[in-house]
């Protein structure tokens, strides 16, 4: 089974704290997307990193694929409560997409 | 359309009544997906279909669900006989393709009561 397996599961935190999300893969991947879902609505993609090694920034969203293609993470900087949400790591695999585990962040003002 | 669209927004319906839920899918994209998602749990997949191939069905929880895809571009997911287990929002998605960027819906709210 290909799994994406995310951690922390949830995080709490006050507003102005960093936090890292990652996400990681028994199996090497082509490409992997980065979702926030906000209570009510369908999950947003972020951003989809490509490259092994690759880096890409929204604001104060830094995205990393790991070298080998396994893992990716999500570094948020000066979290703010516009931040909380449920963030998905998602890859696409033979006839389906493969769902990270989620986490649940909560930043608190 | 801009975007993935799904109706209605929220259902409300009794135990053992049918339901349809629409998707309208990115102009273009050939790939949709339906998902549903219960309260506290991850995302579960129910159906893919490509183009013209065949759907992949092995989501499907049980044979109260189907689900349809016309021209290639609108889908209609029916739940007959529901049940409260049913009760979650379903989301669609499509893409270009599997390696393509995903787009979602904002989801179909269904409680069944």
């Known amino acids: 089974t290909q799994l994406l397996e995310q951690s922390p599961q949830f995080l709490s935190i006050q507003e102005g704290e960093n936090l890292t999300v990652y996400c990681n893969s028994s199996?090497?991947?082509?490409?992997l997307q980065w979702y926030r879902q906000e209570p009510g609505e369908g999950p947003v993609l972020l951003v989809t990193?490509?490259?092994?090694?690759e880096v890409k920034k929204l604001k104060r969203l830094t995205f990393q694929f790991g070298d080998a293609r396994k893992d990716s993470s999500l570094h948020i900087t000066a979290a703010q409560p516009g931040d909380t949400g449920l963030y998905l790591c998602?890859?696409?695999?033979?006839?389906?997409?493969?769902f990270g585990t989620g986490t649940l962040l909560a930043v608190q003002p | 359309g801009a975007g993935v669209s799904q109706s209605p927004s929220n259902k409300v319906t009794e135990k053992g009544k049918d339901v349809e839920l629409r998707c309208d899918p990115i102009?273009?994209?050939?790939?949709l997906y339906w998902y549903r998602q219960s309260l506290g749990q991850g995302l579960e997949f129910l159906i893919y279909?490509?183009?013209?191939?065949?759907?992949?069905k092995s989501g499907l929880p049980s044979d109260r669900f189907s689900a349809e895809r016309t021209g290639g571009s609108v889908s209609t997911l029916t739940i007959q006989r529901t049940q409260q287990e049913d009760s979650a929002v379903y989301l669609c998605?499509?893409?270009?393709?599997?390696?393509?960027?995903?787009?979602f819906g904002e989801g179909s709210w269904l409680t069944v009561v």
């Open positions: 998605a499509s893409s270009l393709g599997l390696e393509n960027t995903i787009y």
């Open positions: 199996s090497v991947f082509s490409s």
């Open positions: 990193v490509v490259t092994g090694g």
């Open positions: 998602i890859r696409g695999a033979t006839n389906k997409l493969i």
């Open positions: 102009s273009g994209h050939t790939a």
């Open positions: 279909f490509q183009g013209n191939s065949a759907p992949d």
